[in-house]
């Protein structure tokens, strides 16, 4: 059974850090992708950071471009999102999404990040 299950969400203080987990359960050897993704109040959802599971580095969206940081634990099949100079507008359901080889994805249930000013 697959599962993406996100933690490390919660309220901060404009400025401030938070680090995300997206831990990926029965996708070993069939994991093409991890991405996150958000969505807040009326809005879209919004694509915010994404890596390929066998290449270096990661790609990211314009808005958090220099404030996150998207990093992988290969044999936890894990991936983090470390979130600094957080700003009112980076408030949202943060999703995170898992991606096969055969183009099947998955999606976590979504963990809450609160940004106060």
């Known amino acids: 059974q697959v599962q993406l299950v996100e933690s490390g969400g919660g309220l901060v203080q404009a400025g401030g850090s938070l680090r995300l987990s997206c831990a990926a359960s029965?996708?070993?050897?069939?994991?093409?992708?991890m991405s996150w993704f958000r969505q807040a109040p009326g809005k879209e959802r919004e694509f915010v950071a994404g890596?390929?599971?066998?290449?270096?580095?990661?790609n990211y969206g314009d808005a958090v471009k220099g404030r996150f940081t998207m990093s992988r634990d290969n044999a936890k099949n894990t991936v983090y999102l470390q979130m600094d100079s957080l700003k009112p507008e980076d408030t949202a359901v943060y999703y995170c999404?898992?991606?096969?080889?055969?183009?099947?994805?998955?999606w976590g249930q979504g963990t809450q990040v609160t940004v106060s000013s």
């Open positions: 999404k898992g991606q096969t080889y055969t183009r099947v994805e998955y």
């Open positions: 029965g996708l070993t050897g069939t994991l093409y992708a």
């Open positions: 890596l390929i599971w066998i290449n270096p580095g990661a």
